[in-house]
Every structure is written in structure tokens, then in C-alpha cells.
């Protein structure tokens, strides 16, 4: 399967039915709206309105369809999730381009206006979705049929292994699970007849990156259920698709759900922690925020830098390797609050009175000023605005052999503030980071702009009273 060429066919045929569903609005404004009006038939001799749109409508449709995320996932969509995705979208695009365009329309009544938004409606919803429905058909054909599939890894070398193994390669029609072999998640010395060990389940990320593997199934038997909950830890920053046997459910509470009924009874661990509409808002929130901040605190910039300078040897920025979004490091850039020496012993965490603060720096820190910089690593899209603050590989070690569970932090990107940050603080040891991190995944549970509106008010307050610590 080759996800670039058939992303690159939907939208070719988005852009084609946009096209022709303005053509079409526009021909009908003109000679049934505008004709009422008037009394008399309007030519359209190549208006410039035509033209345009055609150029540019397309393009608005493609952008809105990215937007909400539907070039995600291209292989693993039911044709009735595309007549829902299709018409949602759809629904929105037109009440945009209502306002936009149709609303200052001259018009014998605002019946027409209801005419033109039903009729623009239906000229873009039923040629896009003919053609969706038919790539999509397709798609499902290939992949019933085994000429299309993902790459598959079972873990598990039980019972339920090899039952599930059998009934999939025995299914009259394909669920596109193109199985490549299976990890051990027993300490019994059994097998998958008819199929490759390609290692023990602690292996799993490697192998994962090493296969390409896009799709992985727990199947592990009863007696094993205890260590289905490290399996899911440990793959769950992994782009992978994970499905699970029923008799694992419980296992996993408040990220599983149902998306087959018609093959084998298995269930898919949900990560995602928003739709893709509301990850797309946030980025574009992000980026919009951060623009203006750089520009508001540019005058800043010059100030707090030649007082870092006068305070101290050093340079005016610190930059530090941080873990964030899927486990992935990169370098953060703050205000220099500490001397050079800071860290010659090794890893430390600040604390209260601490002496390797510098003067300038108690100020910064107490007012969040050193954090200023990481607005840079916000427009490259490594951190986020809001969001869990982003720690060492040194310290992550630690606080997962107290609370692995913090891996999930790593599902959406780090954060400039947090409500880690706002309700508790800078951290002076592991067990007190293990404390912030509670709040953190309770803001993960809860992800939503007006949330992230709440924490940067907060944080605000607590610069201007100097109360960060």
C-alpha cells in the first residue's frame, strides 16, 4: 500500500468535485438567483468571480478536509465514516463560505439565501462523496482480498495465539492483517504453529522500528493478563494501531473501544487524546499565541539579556536536551538562570535557596521570565503552549520506576506552563516531580483550548505577583 499515491487520489478528487461543485453553485446563482431578481437571464462571460473561485475554492476544501484531520488514517476508514466525515465537513465548510461570500449577495428575499447555502450544500456533498465512496470501496475490496494489508505482530505464544492466528488466515475475507510473526509474552516454552518468533514482548519497540510494523494484536492468555498493562505502556507512544483480545478489556479501562463487528472479536486501545480537528486548533493556537509573544517581549529580549550578561559569566541562553512528544528528544532554549557550573557534579534538580541560582536569575524564575525563549521551540513545533513540562531522560528514569504510567505525558507535546506548573511548582526531587505529574495526566484526561485559555491566564497571574518557585 502506498499511502502517499492514494492520499494524493482523494485529494485530486476533492479539489475536482470543489471545482465542480462551484461551477455548478455558480451557474445557478446566476441564472436562477440573480435572473429572479432582475427578470432576466445573466450572462456569465467568463466572470472573474468564476475563475477565481475555481482556483481558489478547491484549495479552501483541501485545507478544511487537513484541518480536520480526514487525510489521517486513509486505509482504515468504513464507508460509513466517510458519508459522516463527509457531511460534518461539508455542513461546516458551507456555513463558512455563507458568511464569507453568499451573505453580501443581492437577493430578492432571504429565502434565496436559504436556496443558495442548501443548493451550494448539495453540489460539493454528492459528487465528493461518489467519489470517496468509490476509492474507498476499492480500497476495502483490496484489502478483503489480500492484495492490501498492515504489517502485524501477535504477542503472545498461547492458546489464544494460535487461535486467533488460524481463524484470520482462515477468514473468507481479509481484515488486512498481513501477520509477520509473534512475540513471546509467556515464560512457557510454546509456539505459533505456522508462525516466526521474532522476540519477547519487552522487545517490542525495537522491533516494531525494525519491521516497520503498523499494526499489533495482545493475545495473550489468561494466566498472563497481569502484564498486559506494561505491554500497553510500553507501545503506546509507538505509531502503531493496538488491538486487543476481549479478555484483556479490563485491563486497559478508558482507552478501548469497539471497531469491528464483523471479524474477529478484537478491541483497539485508543490514544488519541483529541480529535484531529482540535489538535489542528491547538497548533494554529500555538503558533498564533507564540507569534505575538515573540513580538510583544522583543523589547524584552534586549533587556534581559544584557542584565544576564552584567550578572554573570556565561552565555544568555540555556539550552538542554528534553524528552517530549512520543518519547523524542530535543533541545529547549530558556534565559540562563543558573551559573556555568551548575550541573559539573551531574544531574540536579533546583531547590529552595539554592546557590547555584544566580541574582538575575531568582527574578527570572519567580516570574517565569527564563521561560520566555521556549516560544521559539513552540513555532518549530517542538513544545506546545500548554502542556506537561517536558524532563530529562535522567529524571523521566526515575519517576517511570515509581509511576510508569507517566509515559502517557509523552502522548501530546510539552508545554512552556502546565497545570502541573500552575497548581504545584518547580519540583526539588523525583517524588515531589511524581506529585506534578498528577495534575498533568488530569490535563490529559481533560484536553480542550478553553482549559488551555484557563491554565496561560493562571500562569499569567503568578508572573505578574513573582510566585513562581
Same mark, same amino acid.
Not at 451557474?27 to 450572462?43: L, Q
Not at 505575538?292 to 544576564?308: C, G, K, R, T
Not at 529552595?352 to 521551540?377: A, C, V
Given at each position: 500500500m502506498?499511502k502517499?499515491?492514494?492520499t494524493l487520489?482523494?485529494?485530486c ?5 470543489? @471545482?465542480?461543485?462551484w461551477?455548478l453553485?455558480f451557474?445557478f446563482?446566476?441564472?436562477i438567483?440573480e435572473?429572479?431578481?432582475?427578470g432576466y437571464d445573466?450572462p456569465i462571460?467568463n ?6 473561485g475555481?482556483f481558489?475554492l ?9 484541518f480536520?484531520g480526514y487525510?489521517h ?10 458519508v459522516?466525515?463527509t457531511f460534518n465537513t461539508?455542513?461546516a465548510?458551507v ?7 453568499l451573505?453580501d449577495d ?7 439565501y436559504?436556496f443558495?447555502s ?9 459528487p465528493t ?9 476499492r480500497t476495502?475490496r483490496k ?7 498492515y ?7 498461547g492458546i489464544?495465539?494460535?487461535?486467533l492466528?488460524h481463524?484470520l488466515?482462515s477468514a ?5 492483517f498481513f ?7 509467556s515464560d512457557e516454552?510454546?509456539t505459533?504453529?505456522g508462525?516466526?518468533n521474532?522476540?519477547n514482548?519487552s522487545? %517490542?519497540?525495537r522491533i516494531?522500528?525494525?519491521?516497520q510494523?503498523?499494526?499489533v494484536?495482545?493475545c495473550m492468555?489468561?494466566k498472563?493478563h ?9 507501545v503506546q507512544n509507538?505509531q502503531v ?7 484483556s478489556?479490563g485491563?486497559?479501562l478508558?482507552?478501548?473501544?469497539m471497531?469491528?463487528?464483523?471479524g474477529a472479536m478484537l478491541v483497539e486501545?485508543?490514544f488519541?487524546?483529541m ?8 497548533r494554529?493556537?500555538d503558533?498564533?499565541?507564540g507569534?505575538l ?12 539579556a ?5 550578572d554573570s559569566?556565561?552565555?544568555i541562553?540555556?539550552?538542554?536536551q528534553?524528552? @517530549?512528544y512520543?518519547?523524542?528528544?530535543f ?7 543558573m ?5 559539573t557534579?551531574g544531574?540536579q534538580l ?5 546557590q547555584r541560582?544566580?541574582?538575575i536569575?531568582r527574578?527570572?524564575?519567580k ?7 521556549q516560544?521559539f521551540?513552540v513555532l518549530i ?5 500548554v502542556?506537561?513540562r517536558?524532563?530529562r531522560?535522567?529524571f523521566?528514569?526515575?519517576i517511570?520506576?515509581k509511576?510508569?504510567y507517566y509515559?502517557r505525558l509523552h502522548r ?6 502546565s497545570?502541573g ?5 518547580y519540583?526539588?526531587?523525583?517524588d515531589q516531580?511524581v506529585?506534578?505529574?498528577?495534575y498533568?495526566i %488530569? ?13 496561560m491566564i493562571?500562569t499569567?497571574?503568578i ?5 513562581g518557585?
Amino acid at each position: 500500500m502506498n499511502k502517499k499515491r492514494q492520499t494524493l487520489i482523494y485529494i485530486c478528487w476533492d479539489l475536482f468535485s470543489a @471545482g465542480l461543485g462551484w461551477w455548478l453553485f455558480f451557474n445557478f446563482r446566476k441564472h436562477i438567483v440573480e435572473a429572479s431578481k432582475h427578470g432576466y437571464d445573466i450572462p456569465i462571460n467568463n466572470d472573474i468571480k468564476l475563475t477565481l473561485g475555481l482556483f481558489i475554492l478547491p484549495l479552501f476544501w483541501v485545507g478544511l478536509y487537513t484541518f480536520s484531520g480526514y487525510y489521517h488514517h486513509i486505509f482504515r476508514r468504513s464507508r460509513l465514516r466517510e458519508v459522516q466525515n463527509t457531511f460534518n465537513t461539508s455542513v461546516a465548510g458551507v456555513l463558512i463560505l455563507f458568511f464569507v461570500l453568499l451573505l453580501d449577495d443581492s437577493v430578492q428575499s432571504y429565502r434565496d439565501y436559504y436556496f443558495s447555502s442548501g443548493f451550494l450544500f448539495l453540489v460539493h456533498f454528492v459528487p465528493t462523496l461518489l467519489g470517496r465512496l468509490t476509492i474507498s470501496t476499492r480500497t476495502i475490496r483490496k484489502i478483503q482480498s489480500r492484495k492490501w494489508g498492515y504489517k502485524t505482530i501477535l504477542v503472545g505464544n498461547g492458546i489464544n495465539a494460535n487461535h486467533l492466528y488460524h481463524e484470520l488466515q482462515s477468514a473468507k475475507k481479509s481484515e488486512g492483517f498481513f501477520i509477520l510473526g509473534y512475540v513471546t509474552g509467556s515464560d512457557e516454552q510454546l509456539t505459533v504453529e505456522g508462525l516466526p518468533n521474532i522476540g519477547n514482548w519487552s522487545d %517490542l519497540p525495537r522491533i516494531i522500528g525494525e519491521k516497520q510494523i503498523e499494526d499489533v494484536i495482545i493475545c495473550m492468555d489468561d494466566k498472563d493478563h497481569d502484564k498486559v498493562p506494561a505491554i500497553v505502556d510500553l507501545v503506546q507512544n509507538e505509531q502503531v494501531h493496538l488491538k486487543i483480545l476481549p479478555d484483556s478489556y479490563g485491563m486497559v479501562l478508558g482507552m478501548i473501544k469497539m471497531n469491528n463487528i464483523l471479524g474477529a472479536m478484537l478491541v483497539e486501545a485508543d490514544f488519541e487524546v483529541m480529535p484531529q480537528w482540535q489538535k489542528s486548533a491547538k497548533r494554529v493556537f500555538d503558533a498564533v499565541v507564540g507569534i505575538l509573544a515573540l513580538i510583544i517581549a522583543s523589547p524584552l529580549f534586549l533587556l534581559l539579556a544584557i542584565w544576564i550578561k552584567i550578572d554573570s559569566k556565561g552565555p544568555i541562553f540555556y539550552k538542554q536536551q528534553r524528552i @517530549g512528544y512520543l518519547g523524542k528528544p530535543f533541545s529547549i532554549y530558556k534565559f540562563r538562570s543558573m551559573r556555568i557550573d551548575a550541573e559539573t557534579a551531574g544531574p540536579q534538580l533546583s531547590k529552595e535557596n539554592d546557590q547555584r541560582i544566580t541574582r538575575i536569575g531568582r527574578s527570572l524564575r519567580k516570574t517565569r521570565l527564563d521561560e520566555i525563549p521556549q516560544f521559539f521551540n513552540v513555532l518549530i513545533g517542538d513544545m506546545s503552549i500548554v502542556g506537561p513540562r517536558p524532563e530529562r531522560q535522567f529524571f523521566i528514569d526515575q519517576i517511570v520506576k515509581k509511576a510508569p504510567y507517566y509515559k502517557r505525558l509523552h502522548r501530546i507535546k510539552p508545554g512552556i506552563t502546565s497545570w502541573g506548573q500552575v497548581k504545584f511548582g518547580y519540583a526539588e526531587n523525583v517524588d515531589q516531580m511524581v506529585d506534578r505529574m498528577k495534575y498533568d495526566i %488530569l490535563y490529559l484526561e481533560n484536553m480542550s483550548l478553553g482549559l488551555d485559555i484557563k491554565i496561560m491566564i493562571y500562569t499569567a497571574l503568578i508572573m505578574v505577583q513573582g510566585r513562581g518557585k
